[in-house]
Nanobody, 115 residues
Framework: QVQLVESGGGLVQAGGSLILSCAAS????????MGWYRQAPGKQRELVAT???????NYADSVKGRFTISRDNAKKMVFLQMNTLKPEDTAVYYC?????????WGKGTLVTVSS
């Protein structure tokens, strides 16, 4: 049973920073993709950033240059460093793990950016 648990969300002022963490547990193959998606109120869930187990990254244009994804494969964790936060970054952030095209999701952590 694969489980993902996010942490690190909260309230921050515009221009501030937050670090999100996601810990995975269960049977996880060495080859996988971990990443972050977000869903703002009234909007669809969207990609924020992903990173393969080999280190390749993919970012949404809206966060390039501000957010950095990283992972610790030994600890089965993925992180999202968020800098220069904007009110439009307000959303529930979900951790995603993809193993052999099967998607697993965490329950999400709320990030609120005040103006």
């Amino acid at each position: 049973q694969v489980q993902l648990v996010e942490s690190g969300g909260g309230l921050v002022q515009a221009g501030g920073s937050l670090i999100l963490s996601c810990a995975a547990s269960g049977s996880i193959s060495n080859s996988n993709i971990m990443g972050w998606y977000r869903q703002a109120p009234g909007k669809q869930r969207e990609l924020v950033a992903t990173m393969t187990s080999g280190g390749s990254t993919n970012y949404a244009d809206s966060v390039k240059g501000r957010f950095t994804i990283s992972r610790d494969n030994a600890k089965k964790m993925v992180f999202l460093q968020m800098n220069t936060l904007k009110p439009e970054d307000t959303a529930v952030y979900y951790c995603q793990l993809v193993i052999l095209r099967v998607n697993y999701w965490g329950k999400g952590t709320l990030v609120t950016v005040s103006s």
